[in-house]
C-alpha cells in the first residue's frame, strides 16, 4: 500500500480512518506478526533497560528481573525469597559485582538504611526554633 500511494504508513492509516474502513482480522494479524518486537525494534538494547537507577535483564517474553537479584540468585544457586532484599555496599545500584552485593532480610535492610538521625544538629534546632514560633501563633489565635 505504502509503495502503491506512495505515502507512509500513518498518513494511510488515517485516510483509511476518517472513510470508517476497518481492518480485516487477516490484517491485523499480519500488522502484528511483522511488527517490530524485541531483536526487530530499531531500539533494541539487548533485553538491558535501566529504571530507577537499577539494571533490569530481559528473561522471556516482555518479563524483566533486575540483574542484582539475578547475579545473587546464580551466587546461591536458588531463587531468592519475597522476603530477601539484595543490598548495594557501596549505594552505586548499577554496581552488580558479587563483592558489592549483600543479600539481607528486609527488616535487616530498613534497619540499615533508617537507623540514626538523617538531620544535623544545627537542622535539628531550626526545626525546634520554627516548631516554637508555629506554637506561639496557633496559641495567640486561638485566643
Do not use: C
Not at 539487548?46 to 539475578?70: M, V
Not at 525546634?128 to 506554637?135: D, L, M, T
Amino acid at each position: 500500500m505504502v509503495e502503491i500511494f506512495n505515502r507512509n504508513y500513518s498518513v494511510i492509516q488515517t485516510a483509511a480512518y476518517r472513510l470508517g474502513l476497518k481492518k480485516t482480522s487477516e490484517a491485523k494479524k499480519n500488522h502484528y506478526r511483522v511488527a517490530n518486537l524485541g531483536r526487530k525494534n530499531p531500539y533494541w538494547k539487548g533485553g538491558i533497560k535501566i529504571q530507577e537507577e537499577y539494571i533490569k535483564i530481559l528473561i522471556r517474553d516482555n518479563k524483566y528481573i533486575l540483574q542484582h537479584r539475578l547475579i545473587m540468585e546464580n551466587y546461591l544457586g536458588r531463587k531468592l525469597t519475597k522476603d530477601e532484599i539484595v543490598h548495594h555496599i557501596n549505594g552505586i545500584k548499577t554496581d552488580n559485582r558479587i563483592e558489592n552485593l549483600k543479600l539481607m532480610t528486609n527488616s535487616e535492610h530498613t534497619i540499615l538504611h533508617h537507623t540514626g538521625s538523617k538531620y544535623s544538629e544545627v537542622s535539628k534546632l531550626n526545626m525546634s526554633i520554627a516548631a516554637k514560633k508555629s506554637y506561639k501563633n496557633r496559641k495567640r489565635m486561638a485566643i
